[in-house]
């Protein structure tokens, strides 16, 4: 069965390079596609998609509100934010805002192909091989970044095996690395990160990272 992909950009040839590029491939299709966020939100409502191509800076209603009127909803429709800007302060909103990873629009069509996927899958594109980049580009520009979230009651949910987890997560270690780094086995890696998932209500690794410097596990360099 293919993937369902949503497309979401003011401009209509941009939304035709993309699609001609996922129609291409034979486990991917594109089922609707909308000039702003506005339409794209009704559409998705009626009839969700596995993933979304989500433009940032849109008429009528930008990327991030639309981010966050389909995550609030609980639309299952996986939301990749596509921006021009490396540094574009929206892209954090949209993290925030439950965006599962962003990439920019000039990314190697393999690559947007391979983060379509990922999404899908429920991996996040930033996270775990690509957050490194997060780190150096987005988080030291997060006006939270300091750790002012110290309070956050979730905290109090951690083991100090998950809280070694998690801060290894926020430095962009992959799973295996943080095997090697911990001394501990994949799986019991994977597992702690479900339960990191779990009780700290994050959809994936971008939000673990994001909550660990909001909170001050990690610090900004």
Do not use: W
């Amino acid at each position: 069965m293919s993937l369902k992909i949503y497309l979401c950009d003011d401009q209509a040839l941009v939304r035709g390079g993309f699609r001609m590029l996922i129609e291409a491939e034979d486990d991917l299709e594109v089922v609707g596609e909308a000039s702003n966020g506005q339409q794209a939100v009704r559409d998705l409502t009626r009839r969700p998609a596995d993933v979304v191509l989500m433009d940032i800076r849109m008429p009528v209603m930008d990327g991030v509100e639309a981010t966050r009127a389909l995550v609030e909803a609980d639309n299952p429709t996986k939301v990749l934010v596509l921006t021009t800007f490396d540094l574009d302060e929206y892209v954090f909103a949209a993290l925030r805002a439950g965006a599962s990873g962003f990439l920019l629009k000039d990314a190697r069509p393999d690559d947007l192909l391979s983060a379509i996927r990922d999404v899908a899958s429920g991996e996040a594109v930033v996270a775990p091989s690509a957050t490194r980049r997060l780190l150096d580009h987005v988080v030291q520009h997060l006006p939270t970044g300091t750790g002012e979230r110290t309070d956050d009651p979730r905290l109090g949910l951690l083991t100090e095996r998950e809280r070694e987890v998690l801060g290894e997560v926020a430095k962009g270690a992959t799973n295996g690395e943080i095997c090697r780094t911990l001394y501990m086995a994949e799986g019991t890696v994977k597992t702690h990160i479900g339960r990191l998932l779990a009780k700290l209500e994050c959809r994936d690794r971008v939000s673990l990272v994001l909550f660990a410097y909001e909170t001050g596990i990690a610090k900004v360099n």
